[in-house]
């Protein structure tokens, strides 16, 4: 019940395609659905993170649509560039990510010109 | 925005000596700080729970002797890999929970530690 599935395992995307990768969990008690950018031997970046009261959530060309009922959410990368090439992690945490985080298994994105 | 730092960056040790790795939220006090391994290619697994001032919570299948955390104030958190092999070489991270207006809210990470045994 503590599993966040993440789909795709890895995506490729022209350069200025959209990049969607998706996620859903099993847990009802998680509400909070943070995405993580991390590139090779760095630590994990927060990109943008939701919670279970909004349906959509945007940040520049980052956007989470989170579906409640479906208990899915994915994040869409507008304009999809070179330097968005790295391995994105979603998660999903209790307690507005004060509790530990549940992460999904990664989606490498390579984005070709 | 919220810096969490590391140290070592990276750190080459022979089997059977022991590691220390810091841990710092750099400009906020953080609650709880989060200590996880990743393996090549694999996602990030979850070792132990740490509050300041209180012991460590460990996942399951993580030995509490062998790694060892100290969280002793609200900006710093340690952990001790302790008699190192090279089953425990690894990219260890840890992350902090800031808390914002009252309400604690969102998990920082460090940039990692990349820990080689020899």
């Known amino acids: 019940q503590q599993q966040v599935k993440q789909s795709p395992q890895s995506l490729i995307v022209q350069k200025g395609g959209i990049s969607i990768i998706n996620c859903a969990y099993e847990?009802?008690?998680?509400?909070?659905f943070p995405w993580y950018q991390q590139f090779p031997g760095k630590g994990p970046a927060l990109l943008i993170a939701?919670?279970?009261?909004?349906s959509e959530k945007k940040e520049g060309r980052f956007t989470i649509s989170f579906n409640k009922s479906a208990k899915q959410f994915s994040l869409h990368i507008m304009d999809s560039q070179p330097g968005d090439s790295a391995t994105y992690f979603c998660?999903?945490?209790?307690?507005?990510?004060?509790?530990?985080?549940?992460f999904g298994t990664g989606t490498r994105l390579t984005i070709i010109p | 925005g919220a810096v969490v730092s590391q140290h070592p960056s990276r750190v080459i040790c022979k089997s059977g000596t022991s590691v220390k790795i810091e841990c710092r939220s750099l400009?906020?006090?953080?609650?709880?700080m989060f200590w996880y391994r990743q393996f090549p290619k694999q996602s990030l697994m979850l070792m132990a729970t740490?509050?300041?001032?209180?012991?460590?919570?460990?996942e399951q299948g993580v030995e509490k002797d062998k790694f060892l955390i100290n969280h002793a104030s609200l900006t710093l958190s340690t952990l001790t890999v302790t008699s190192a092999h090279p089953e425990d070489s690894s990219f260890y991270i840890c992350?902090?929970?800031?808390?914002?207006?009252?309400?604690?809210?969102?998990?920082?990470f460090g940039p990692g530690t990349r820990l080689t045994v020899l």
């Open positions: 992350s902090a929970s800031i808390r914002a207006g009252g309400r604690t809210d969102t998990q920082y």
């Open positions: 847990n009802t008690a998680f509400d909070y």
């Open positions: 939701i919670r279970p009261d909004v």
């Open positions: 998660a999903a945490g209790s307690n507005f990510g004060n509790e530990k985080l549940t």
């Open positions: 400009d906020f006090q953080a609650t709880t």
């Open positions: 740490s509050n300041e001032g209180s012991k460590a919570t460990y």
